[in-house]
């Protein structure tokens, strides 16, 4: 269900210069603007990257449509953004939230955890199933994630608190603005090796690999209806087109997580 923002928490790091919001749901987003300065696609690659890690079930933060309203903005002032010495105002209207993992003032979140505690990440194999997603989608940027603790189910036990990786920030698949898609065995790794110490062959990419390859295309296109008329503001033959690519590009996958090996420092140490 479409939210509205109630509350301003902080401005966020990173390129789309992105706000923390409370919404009317009472949870916390993420918030990228129409207007930001990477390009309103970034919002459109979001939102079907959400949707299609849905259907992959990988652990990725829940996305929503956040209005936010003129009186909003007013009563708001240090949410705008800067390009240069300029000021860019936030334009009222939908914008895209990333689901914050909780209440921020009594939740840590972290963008790293030291390796004693990487290597105990509950979720660990989800490095492997969206390494597939971002050689699938094109992924420009680097895998980034975050990490908090959660109560995990023990098998016969009671739950106990763990560390779980969520995937994040997804505005740079389809080479992000460009809407291409280009190929290098570096596009989509995560930065440390330890994720990928559990790869033997291209069977443990697996159920991932055939999800994808037999990717349904009705997911496509609920993706593609989704998509607020106002984000693609006359490009919706250019991204059905894109996505009609994607579609093709499905069988390709196989190959292309094995011509990762072929990076300047491989990141399967154990793949032989």
Same mark, same amino acid.
């Given at each position: +269900? ?9 401005? +966020?790091?990173? $390129? ?9 749901? $009472?949870?916390? #987003?993420? &918030?990228?603007? %129409?207007? *930001?300065? %990477?390009?309103?696609?970034?919002? /459109? @690659?979001?939102?079907?990257? =959400?949707?299609?890690?849905? #259907?992959?079930?990988?652990? =990725? ?14 009563? @708001?002032?240090?949410? #705008? +953004? ?10 009222? $209207? ?8 909780? *209440? ?14 990487? $290597?105990?990440?509950?979720?660990l194999s989800d490095f492997l199933a969206v390494? &597939? ?16 603790? =959660? ?6 036990? =009671?739950?106990?608190?763990?560390? /779980?990786? &969520? +995937? ?9 603005? @460009?809407?291409?898609?280009t190929e290098s065995p570096l596009q989509g ?22 999800r994808v390859v037999h990717f349904p295309e009705? &997911? ?45 420092? @491989?990141?399967?140490? *154990?793949?032989?």
């Open positions: +269900m479409p939210l509205t923002a109630r509350r301003h928490v902080r401005k +966020m790091r990173g $390129g789309a210069q992105s706000h923390l919001l409370e919404a009317d749901d $009472g949870n916390y #987003y993420i &918030v990228k603007f %129409q207007n *930001n300065p %990477q390009h309103r696609r970034i919002l /459109v @690659n979001e939102l079907v990257s =959400a949707v299609f890690l849905n #259907y992959l079930q990988v652990s =990725a933060a829940p996305a929503e449509f956040i209005r936010i309203t003129p009186e909003f903005l007013a009563a @708001n002032p240090e949410i #705008y +953004m800067h390009l240069g010495t300029q000021r860019i105002p936030v334009e009222p $209207g939908w914008h895209f939230g990333s689901r914050h993992p909780g *209440n921020p003032d009594v939740m840590a979140v972290y963008d790293f955890v030291p390796d004693a505690l990487l $290597g105990g990440v509950r979720n390494l &597939v997603f971002d050689k699938w989608m094109a992924n420009a940027d680097g895998r980034q994630c975050i990490f908090f603790r =959660a109560r995990v189910e023990e098998w016969q036990a =009671a739950a106990k608190h763990a560390f /779980v990786a &969520v +995937m994040i920030d997804h505005g740079f698949v389809f080479n992000g603005p @460009n809407w291409d898609f790794l995560y930065p440390r090796k330890l994720v990928y110490e559990q790869v033997r062959s291209l069977d443990d990419f697996q159920p991932w690999l055939d009705e &997911v496509v296109d609920d993706a593609f209806r989704h998509v607020p008329p106002e984000w693609l503001a006359g490009e919706e033959d250019q991204f059905e087109a894109l996505l009609e690519k994607l579609l093709r590009r499905r069988e390709r996958v196989p190959d292309l997580i094995a011509g990762t090996r072929d990076a300047r420092t @491989n990141p399967f140490p *154990n793949w032989s």
